[in-house]
Nanobody, 128 residues
Framework: QEQLVQSGGGLVQAGGSLRLSCAPS????????MGWFRQAPGKEREFVSA????????FHADSVKGRFTISRDNAKNTVYLQMNSLKPEDTAAYYC?????????????????????WGQGTQVTVSS
């Protein structure tokens, strides 16, 4: 079973920055589109950002657009979520996800059900 290992996260003051990382264990993640989701206490998990396996296409939820940036380094087998200008409402557990996409290098995905593998989650807490 493919696994995604996350790192980063933690506690930061409002206006600060954090970077999350996600990498698969055991294999390369070429031809995997990647995404980030988050779940705040008492709320459903929601889409945050997505990137195609080529890295050429990205998409962000309106709530994070202009503040968060998803990127990937295929040579390092890692996807990143750079989070700037953090707000208390960004507090949540963040999850990375991977979807195998053999043919479409530019595809990205925004729905949970489209993803094949998930990371263990990492907590981000933004204090006011």
């Amino acid at each position: 079973q493919e696994q995604l290992v996350q790192s980063g996260g933690g506690l930061v003051q409002a206006g600060g920055s954090l970077r999350l990382s996600c990498a698969p264990s055991g294999r390369t993640f070429s031809r995997y589109a990647m995404g980030w989701f988050r779940q705040a206490p008492g709320k459903e998990r929601e889409f945050v950002s997505a990137i195609s396996w080529s890295g050429g296409s990205t998409f962000h939820a309106d709530s994070v657009k202009g503040r968060f940036t998803i990127s990937r380094d295929n040579a390092k087998n890692t996807v990143y979520l750079q989070m700037n200008s953090l707000k208390p409402e960004d507090t949540a557990a963040y999850y990375c996800a991977a979807k195998y996409n053999k043919y479409i290098s530019s595809g990205y995905y925004t729905r949970e059900s489209e993803y094949d593998y998930w990371g263990q989650g990492t907590q981000v807490t933004v204090s006011s």
